[in-house]
């Protein structure tokens, strides 16, 4: 049988928190809300990439508290981890992929909000003792467009 490789991407999210609210961004291209992150890049740690991500997008720097969850995308090939995070510097901002920042109470998140984003941050906010395991199998088209 012959072997088939298989590549899949890995993103990694910041739930980043301090004072009871909660950092997010809106994204340029579509106008939504999301949790800053993105993909790890080759030789990269799972923490360089968090911290490069979140940076290159918002401006700060972070301390990574723990883990919240792993989430599957088998539609993509992609497998997220998404981190409670806290600021530690930097000055928060804009970027080419953002337009906007804001932080927000748990009880007033803005619209819209990605869905898939909208969950992890749900699961966050749980705290429980565990990491969360989750596949999120809904499409980026449904998400974005109710369907």
């Known amino acids: ?6 590549i899949y991407r890995v993103g990694v999210f910041a739930v980043i928190e301090t004072g009871g609210k909660i950092l997010l961004a809106r994204r340029s291209d579509i106008g939504w809300w999301n949790l800053p992150g993105g993909g790890m890049e080759a030789r990269e740690t799972v923490d360089q990439a968090l911290r490069r991500e979140v940076r290159e997008e918002v401006g700060i720097e972070i301390d990574i508290a723990y883990l ?12 997220v981890l998404t981190f409670w995070c806290h600021p530690t510097g930097g000055t928060l901002g804009t970027s080419d992929e953002v337009s906007e920042v804001g932080w927000f109470a748990p009880d007033a998140l803005p619209e819209p909000l990605l869905p898939k984003h909208r969950q992890r941050l749900l699961d966050a906010l749980k705290q429980g003792e565990h990491a969360i395991i989750s596949s999120q199998t809904s499409s980026t088209e449904d998400d974005q467009h109710g369907t």
Request: aromatic share 6%; charged share 15%; glycine share 6%.
């Open 1 to 6: 049988m012959a072997s088939t490789l298989h």
């Open 68 to 79: 919240v969850g792993v989430y599957s995308k088998p539609q993509k090939s992609e497998v």
